[in-house]
């Protein structure tokens, strides 16, 4: 098994308020030449909480997603495509 993963985090953070959000992330680049992405997102002034799971092929072409959102713990969306 050929791939390379990296770990990281972004947070959002603004003037005055300080951080009000936060973003976990994985990537990882698959021996094929595939790069995936998982995120990991919350956003406190929505009490949003959103995952995203990304795939992309060697060219950066679209090859599936899923995403999945919620607001306030109450589900408000989820979705899922595969491009071919």
């Known amino acids: 098994m050929r791939h390379r993963t990296f770990h990281g985090r972004i947070d959002y953070v603004t003037d005055g308020v300080g951080e009000m959000g936060r973003e976990w992330f994985t990537l990882t680049a698959h021996g094929n030449g595939d790069r995936t992405s998982r995120t990991l997102t919350e956003m406190d002034d929505y009490e949003l909480v959103r995952d995203v799971t990304y795939t992309v092929d060697r060219l950066f072409r679209p090859k599936d997603c899923f ?17 071919t």
């Open 67 to 83: 995403t999945r959102v919620m607001v306030a713990d109450r589900l408000v969306g989820t979705g899922w495509c595969r491009f």
